[in-house]
Antibody, heavy 123, light 106 residues
Framework: EVQLLESGGGLVQPGGSLRLSCTASGFTFSTYAMSWVRQAPGKGLEWVSGISGSGGTTYYVDSVKGRFTISRDNSKNTLYLQMNSLRAEDTALYYC????????????????WGQGTMVTVSS | DIQMTQSPSSLSASVGDRVTITCQASHDINNYLNWYQQKPGKAPKLLIYDASNLETGVPSRFSGSGSGTDFTFTISSLQPEDIATYYCQQYHDLPTFGGGTKVEIK
């Protein structure tokens, strides 16, 4: 069964850091680009960052550039999101999602989603 | 950035009704448009990709059409299990989502 499982969320103070992880199973992880998509409480979906299958190409939404870093370890079938200088507006449920088509980052539909990990930024 | 304007933001319809949601892009996005369904407390689910292609396993009452800047998502006969919020998403540029349409039963 194709599955994504996120972890690493929690409560953090403004200015703090967190690292999210997403472990994949049931497909050849290195063949597919991956993304992080977030959803603030009661709000819509926002794409945050994407990474190619090899890890060599990354993209970010403007609001997180310079603060968040996406990476992957294909030997461990795991996607990461390092989040630094966190702000209250980063509070959201963070989903990892698999690109449907292939290894090019942020270039298609997201056909598999995890259940999400909640990040709360508050003092 | 490409902005996606989805309408209506919510709607109420009866079981068996035809439901239509529109999504307008701020720039020409060709057919690089996907539709998702999100039920309360659940992750989004891909329904339609590349504007009109039905994802495997998705019931045929769901359909999509459009190209360029104007797109339509249709449920031909609303079922109780279709209660959800629906989102469009473009990928002509870095991905952006529409604001969502909450579908309820009248």
């Amino acid at each position: 069964e194709v599955q994504l499982l996120e972890s690493g969320g929690g409560l953090v103070q403004p200015g703090g850091s967190l690292r999210l992880s997403c472990t994949a199973s049931g497909f050849t992880f290195s063949t597919y680009a991956m993304s992080w998509v977030r959803q603030a409480p009661g709000k819509g979906l926002e794409w945050v960052s994407g990474i190619s299958g090899s890890g060599g190409t990354t993209y970010y939404v403007d609001s997180v550039k310079g603060r968040f870093t996406i990476s992957r370890d294909n030997s461990k079938n795991t996607l990461y999101l390092q989040m630094n200088s966190l702000r209250a507006e980063d509070t959201a449920l963070y989903y990892c999602a698999k690109d449907k088509l292939g290894s090019v980052a942020a270039d298609g539909a997201f056909d598999i989603w995890g259940q999400g990990t909640m990040v709360t930024v508050s003092s | 950035d490409i902005q996606m304007t989805q309408s209506p933001s919510s709607l109420s319809a009866s079981v068996g009704d035809r439901v239509t949601i529109t999504c307008q892009a701020s720039h020409d996005i060709n057919n690089y448009l996907n539709w998702y369904q999100q039920k309360p407390g659940k992750a989004p689910k891909l329904l339609i990709y590349d504007a009109s292609n039905l994802e495997t396993g998705v019931p045929s009452r769901f359909s999509g059409s459009g190209s360029g800047t104007d797109f339509t998502f249709t449920i031909s006969s609303l079922q109780p299990e279709d209660i959800a919020t629906y989102y469009c998403q473009q990928y002509h540029d870095l991905p952006t989502f529409g604001g969502g349409t909450k579908v309820e039963i009248k």
